[in-house]
């Protein structure tokens, strides 16, 4: 069983930063991509941003230029950094990571319990 732990998460005002990490446990063998998403209240989870195990990123549009993802892989860890946060930034946030478990065959595509980033003044 894979088992992704977020952490980071909290109160901050416009303008304000916020790291976000995530650490991945369990039966993993290797893992992928490992990324973010997140969910407003009354919205559905979007794709915030993803990275490749080999370090290559991809964001939406409307967080390009304020968050950077990265990722170590001695510690299966990704985090992602956000500046410049507006209130519209404001969801809780949620790990996702996929790859291939040590009970081969097989495949995870595992996700966090969430973590609540609040952009308000």
């Known amino acids: 069983q894979v088992r992704l732990v977020e952490s980071g998460g909290g109160l901050v005002q416009p303008g304000g930063s916020l790291r976000l990490s995530c650490a991945a446990s369990?039966?993993?063998?290797?893992?992928?991509?490992m990324g973010w998403y997140r969910q407003a209240p009354g919205k559905e989870r979007e794709f915030v941003a993803t990275?490749?195990?080999?370090?290559?990123?991809n964001y939406t549009d409307s967080v390009k230029g304020r968050f950077t993802i990265s990722r170590d892989n001695n510690k299966s860890t990704v985090y992602l950094q956000m500046n410049s946060l507006k209130p519209e930034d404001t969801a809780v946030y949620y790990c996702?990571?996929?790859?291939?478990?040590?009970?081969?065959?097989?495949?995870?595509?595992?996700w966090g319990q969430g973590t609540l980033v609040t952009v308000s003044s």
């Open positions: 996702n990571a996929d790859g291939i478990p040590t009970t081969l065959p097989g495949y995870f595509d595992a």
């Open positions: 369990g039966t993993i063998f290797s893992i992928r991509n």
């Open positions: 990275v490749t195990s080999g370090g290559s990123a």
